[in-house]
């Protein structure tokens, strides 16, 4: 077994996995304040009860600087081994030669990868967070680039905070296309929102690049996939299973 985090904007994910199978999920609020062993002690408070073996390594991605040390730390509480960080010059598989790296979210190469593994190129991933992200790759394995959008609550809470009329939100499933109150309204923008995006923009896409496989994950991603017309995979645990594959391609 495995240990795999995602640490995002909103939420530290964590999962175990055995071989390609992600066979545990918890996602954690981010608490800035705590060191690594405060970390261990949370992930293994999580794990207790769950009839899991010990983990015999763990792998994180990061786009939230200030996590990446605390949490690889406590990861490695529980594996007794150094927590693989997965960084621009990690070997994935995934060429990033067409982009500027400087600043790239590794969790978009992960996504990238798991693609890649699951279906082969070319794949547009549409990842659903705190932002929206468009992240593609073509059939030779090359990252092409993509798109940064805000995130579908996201775009709620500045409409929330910004316009008198307008009340916080949250997501639900649509009824229709049209709302017929403010909050319906609202809801509705968001998700038929990012779900004319995601279609435009594949299709776009195609005709630049072919038949793509499109890839929905992220967690305002089952709100969404539900309401596309074009066919799209969904992957829940498309970050866990890139994650568990660049461990096992850089496993000592
Ligand atoms: N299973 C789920 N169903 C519905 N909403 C979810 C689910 N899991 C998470 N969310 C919500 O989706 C939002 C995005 O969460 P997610 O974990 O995808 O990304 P994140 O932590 O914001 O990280 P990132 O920075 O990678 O986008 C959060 O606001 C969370 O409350
Ligand atoms: C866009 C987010 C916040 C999505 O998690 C993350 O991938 C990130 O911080 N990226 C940095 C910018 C870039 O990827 O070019
Ligand atoms: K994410």
Redesign the pocket.
């Known amino acids: 077994m495995i240990l795999a985090a ?1 640490i ?4 530290v ?1 964590l999962a175990a996995l055995e071989g390609r199978k992600v066979v545990f999920t918890r ?1 954690l609020p981010g608490a800035p304040a705590l060191d690594g062993g405060a970390w261990g002690a949370v992930f293994e408070k999580q794990l207790a009860g769950t009839g899991l073996p010990a983990p015999e390594g763990a792998v994180l991605s990061s ?1 939230v600087p200030a996590l990446t040390g605390p949490v690889g730390e406590g990861l490695e509480r529980l594996t007794g081994r150094p927590t693989l960080v997965v960084e621009k010059d990690t070997p994935t598989g995934l060429s990033l030669e067409q982009y500027d790296v400087s600043n790239l979210g590794m ?1 978009r190469v992960v996504d990238c990868v798991a693609a890649l593994t699951l279906y082969g190129g070319p794949a547009a991933v549409f ?5 929206t992200t468009l992240s593609v790759a073509d059939k030779d394995g090359r990252f092409l680039g993509g798109m940064i959008l805000a ?1 579908v ?1 996201l775009g709620l809470e500045a409409l929330a905070a910004r316009a008198a009329q307008l009340p916080p939100v949250t ?1 639900a499933p649509p009824e229709g296309v049209l709302g017929t109150d403010t909050i319906s309204c609202m809801r509705h923008g968001a998700l038929y929102g990012a779900v004319g995006a995601i279609e435009s923009v594949s299709r776009r896409l195609e005709e630049e690049l072919g038949p793509i496989t499109v890839v929905l994950t ?3 991603s ?2 969404v996939a539900p309401l596309l017309q074009i066919p799209v995979r969904w992957e ?1 645990d498309l970050t866990f299973l890139g994650l568990g594959a660049i461990l096992e391609r850089n496993r000592i």
């Not at 995002?8 to 939420?11: A, D, H, I």
């Not at 990842?127 to 932002?131: E, I, M, V």
């Open positions: 995602d995002g904007n909103t939420t994910a996602r786009v969790d990842d659903l967070g705190t932002a995130g609550s997501l992220g967690g305002h089952s709100l829940p």
